[in-house]
């Protein structure tokens, strides 16, 4: 295929996905955005509630999606994580720790995430938002690989309502500040 087929099927892919999805996504969202604005729940408690929620909205998307266990591409490029998701991570997974000071090495595409093992998240259930987010529509994985990921401009999924939510949870937990996931855990 070439990349023009490309574009064309997965297109084709996210258009059949978003009709498959239920007629309220949209309100769903608005919805689940008030519910934690006004809830009283810590931003820990707060992340937890949209990861469930996400993982709720996925069930409609997963079906579409190239993504599979066992492939890890992403996993080598670069991770953002803020303070409140580090704070998730240590609390759901025994002997996870961070760096005494977090590196700042920026030269991180490449470099798989420290968490893969054996091409799967060893922290799944607890991975970063962006991680929760991250998925392709392409006829195959081809695409996603190293040296192909930076040069091909694919559509991704976005979503404004789950980001704003997000954006939310970051801004209560008092840090908005971000870093790459391998700048702060310590290797096991
Ligand atoms: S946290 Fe998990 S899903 Fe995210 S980059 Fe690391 S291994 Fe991959």
Redesign the pocket.
Known sequence: MDMEEIRLATEIKIKKMTDSLPENLEKLQDDFFIEIEKSQLSPLNKLKKLYSFMDEVYTHINKYTTCKKGC?YC?SYY?TISDIEIQFIEKNNKGIKRKEQFDTDKKRVGTP?L??KNDA?S??ES??YV?HRHVMFTPDNSVCSEDNAHIHKLRLLSWPKLDKSYDLIKAESGSNELHD?RDVFQKK
């Open positions: 890890s996993c991770v995430c968490f893969l998240c922290i799944y991975r970063p991680c996931i």
